[in-house]
């Protein structure tokens, strides 16, 4: 089975549980400001230096997921992943998707 | 019901300052998170999609109106202003900080409240008939049995590392509302035949990956050996259950593997050695003390009088959502939290608030939730009913669908659940809308739709009359139909149809399966009565009629 | 690894003996399997002896041979196999065991109450347990609900003798 294409490096926030993206060695909170890497390479590494703020207590479980550019706009290739960059899609008002403001760094 | 005594109220004072300072240690970096996940586990406390769960334990589902305050108060101060109702009679929360949860296991501990053992492979929240101690059919109150059992299995040494978890359900009557046979062991209040109360005790049901009904084990327990008994049980499955296989570690398992004779040998021998020992011993003063606290409120003497009201929609709610009381007067209502399009299960912090309210206000001490992921108000003085309807529905609380094919048990699913495949609440939302129509409701009858959103069957799927689980199949949700479940005394699992449907067409498959039942019922037959008179075939056909289901 | 034995560190008087190695003068602690094929031999010995059950394994396999035993390791592999807990009760309860009971493997502090609750009394502990660690993790809960091996009051019998 081929490597994904385009992945994006996520966690959750160890004090709130809050979901982050990886963007040039810090966190977002935003889905839209997460780092894309185009190669698996350059993915592997941020994992790997992602590991760091594992053990800083700063995040727990990083992981690559598989996204995929439509429209222009990247997705996330997985549901789940959506969902996790929004919220619940039963409630609209809840969540990142309801978000006014997002932390650019934390 | 039970009141804390200044000993339950040191163990949860210390409980709070054990749990704060294992969230410190994990804080600090003495704990890694692998080291730290079983012990917030313990506290049931999950890492979910958007943000941390906390579970809490609502023991045998009965809450005060002070307790209920106090959850109304979680919701607005530590999370979005609702929580969630759960199949095991807890209450979860979805948007919890861990940093917070200190502080909220302090706040739970102001009213006697905690979130210890709802979560972790140990003896988890014991559930009971959410009639209990109302229900005219009740041979005795299963509370304080469950109150004990919960004080046993509270942080017990032996059994706190078990192989996977480990669910009790307790009942009082011979009518099954607590699903004791998908249990992993289940205490059934009996009557011997020289009219003794003693207990019959089931092992190795269950729902998950492979769901089993539970077998007898015990056919007569003596009151006084009813912990030796458990404790016994226990033991044989925390020494031999699985350990190699998260999928194969629950005690069905193990009872299917060793066989009901062998697995009740086993049990014996140690029930045998415990009993001797005479520590478990239960002795009938302590019965007494217990059941102190569960005894009736002050019933009075009010007329058992058909209550009526000008207000059209009161007499639909009446006949579906209220049940016979054992007290002339009295009866027992059926908060439905499934509104139609809303979220099963769910509850605002002002909803919440405002029980609490009507039951000072109509002399009600206690609600109840059940595992259907509704509420229960238990002792309900006829004449005041249509007052508390007319409350209920200005808060959204009176959908008159008690155990009617929109009252859905869904668990929260992909849109809130880690573990999930697919979203079930979407689901639940557009069956209950195809269904709305209430006079459809009534000609359809008693339909128990059960949704889950993955193999963990959180949502009991398996024992609806119409289950639903959600799969991933490459990235897109497809839902397959089970036909046949049942949770009650009759426990059957629900027969699996054939390859699963899409999001769009699982509620007109629902439809036609229903049409099918419509067409085939003789006299008075419920769906599930139709389906175990003619089985899976002419439901098969007409679901899959327009052969609109993707290939396997 | 540090060995606290009766709630003090200790200095561990025995030595773990692998299957093909020969047996000091001094006390040892062998695999079940080798006591099973060399029990004879081993008891003979005049020096203390040891037993080490795999988690797996149940005193059972020792019956009253355990009798002779100085001591009984219960291995702890991975944190969540829970059944040396069982293990520990058998040998207090079953066999009335009198000798050493100790945990070793992969312990949580947070397991600490409970081992010793069930008839644990040596613990190799991890380096970051120190002994205020040890005797904290005993004394976070006070009261228990339970009857145990160790015989501790449970709050319902303190309940029935407290002053009304």
Redesign the interface.
């Known amino acids: 089975m081929a490597a994904p294409a385009i992945q994006v490096l996520t966690a959750n926030r160890l004090r709130d549980g809050d979901v982050v993206y990886w963007r040039n060695g810090a966190w977002v909170e935003a889905f839209k400001d997460a780092e894309v890497f185009a190669e698996k390479s350059s993915a592997d590494t941020a994992l790997a230096t992602a590991q760091k703020f594992v053990a800083d207590r700063i995040v727990v479980n990083p992981y690559l997921f598989a996204v995929r550019i439509e429209n222009g706009e990247v997705r996330a290739i997985e549901e789940r992943e959506n969902i996790r960059s929004e919220g619940p899609s039963v409630r609209r008002d809840l969540g990142k998707q309801a978000r006014e403001a997002f932390d650019v760094s934390i | 019901m039970y009141r804390y005594d200044e000993f339950d109220a040191q163990f949860v004072k210390e409980r709070v300052a054990q749990f704060r300072y294992q969230v410190e240690r994990r804080l600090s970096g003495e704990l890694t998170e692998d080291e730290f996940k079983p012990l917030r586990l313990m506290n049931g406390l999950y890492l979910q999609l958007h943000a941390y769960m906390l579970r809490i334990a609502v023991p045998y589902g009965t809450l005060s109106a002070r307790q209920l305050r106090m959850l109304a108060h979680i919701a607005r101060k530590y999370d979005k202003g609702y929580g969630h109702f759960t199949t095991r009679q807890n209450i979860q929360f979805n948007w919890i900080k861990l940093v917070d949860v200190p502080g909220v296991l302090a706040d739970l501990a102001t009213v006697e409240m905690h979130a210890l053992q709802t979560s972790g492979n140990c003896i988890r929240n014991v559930t009971a008939d959410h009639f209990a101690g109302a229900a005219a059919d009740e041979i005795e109150d299963p509370r304080p049995i469950a109150e004990i059992i919960r004080q046993w299995s509270t942080l017990h040494p032996e059994f706190t590392y078990l192989p996977r978890k480990f669910k009790i359900a307790v009942s009082g009557s011979a009518h099954d509302r607590a699903a004791l046979k998908f249990h992993d062991m289940a205490v059934e209040i009996v009557k011997n035949d020289t009219g003794e109360i003693g207990y019959r005790v089931y092992a190795g049901g269950g729902m998950g990956r492979t769901p089993y009904v539970g077998h007898v084990v015990g056919d007569f327990v003596a009151k006084e050996d009813i912990l030796a008994f458990l404790e016994a049980v226990m033991r044989v499955y925390n020494q031999s259950g699985r350990r190699d296989n998260i999928y194969k570690a629950r005690i069905k398992i193990l009872v299917s593997a060793l066989g009901v004779d062998e697995m009740k040998k086993q049990i014996e021998r140690e029930f045998a050695e415990i009993k001797q020992a005479g520590t478990l011993t239960l002795p009938q003063a302590e019965i007494d003390r217990i059941d102190a606290y569960f005894a009736p409120p002050a019933f009075e003497n009010v007329p058992d009088e058909e209550p009526a009201s000008l207000d059209p929609t009161f007499k639909p709610w009446l006949e579906q959502n209220v049940s016979k009381h054992r007290r002339p007067g009295y009866a027992i209502a059926t908060i439905s939290l499934k509104p139609i399009g809303g979220v099963p299960g769910d509850a605002s912090d002002h909803q919440m608030d405002a029980l609490a309210e009507l039951m000072d206000q109509f002399g009600i001490a206690e609600i109840r939730v059940s595992h259907e992921q509704n509420l229960v108000l238990p002792h309900v003085r006829k004449k005041d009913l249509p007052a508390i309807h007319k409350k209920l529905k200005a808060l959204g609380l009176a959908t008159p669908n008690a155990g009617l094919i929109t009252d859905i048990i869904a668990c929260p699913g992909l849109d809130y659940c880690d573990l999930a495949n697919a979203r079930s609440i979407p689901i639940a939302q557009d069956i209950a809308r195809r269904f709305e129509n209430l006079d459809r409701q009534h000609n359809i009858g008693e339909l128990k739709i059960k949704i889950s959103g993955c193999i963990n069957a959180c949502g009991h799927h398996h024992a609806g009359h119409i289950g639903i689980l959600g799969v991933d199949k490459k990235g897109v949700e497809y839902y397959q139909l089970q036909l046949g479940g049942s949770g009650a005394e009759d426990a059957s699992i629900g027969d699996i149809m054939g390859p699963g449907f899409t999001a769009q067409n699982i509620g007109p498959a629902v439809e036609r399966v229903v049409e099918a039942y419509l067409k085939l019922r003789e006299g008075d037959e419920r769906f599930l009565d139709t389906y175990r008179r003619v089985g899976m075939e002419p439901f098969k056909n007409m679901a899959y009629l327009e052969q609109m289901y993707a290939a396997h | 690894m540090p060995l606290i034995k009766n709630g003090v560190f200790a200095d561990d008087v025995f030595v773990s003996i692998a299957d093909d190695v020969q047996l000091p003068a001094n006390g040892a602690i062998v695999s079940l399997a080798r006591f099973q094929k060399d029990r004879d031999a081993l008891l003979e010995r005049n020096a203390a002896l040891g037993v080490r059950l795999k988690?797996?394994e149940?005193p059972e396999a020792l019956g009253d041979d355990v009798h002779r035993l100085s001591v009984v390791v219960l291995e702890f592999p991975v944190?969540?196999?829970?059944?040396a807990?069982?293990?520990a009760?058998m040998l207090r309860?079953?066999f009335d065991y009198k000798g050493e009971i100790r945990a070793a493997g992969h312990l949580?502090y947070?397991?600490i109450?409970?081992?010793h609750?069930?008839g644990i009394d040596a613990f190799e502990v991890p380096q970051?347990v120190t002994l205020e660690q040890f005797n904290r993790a005993l004394g976070?809960?006070?009261?228990?609900?339970?009857?145990?091996a160790d015989g501790k009051k449970t709050?319902?019998e303190?309940?029935?003798t407290r002053k009304p």
């Open positions: 988690s797996a149940s944190f969540r196999d829970g059944r807990f069982s293990w009760r309860e079953r949580l947070d397991q109450a409970f081992m609750r069930v970051s976070e809960i006070t009261n228990v609900f339970q009857p145990s709050i319902r303190l309940r029935a």
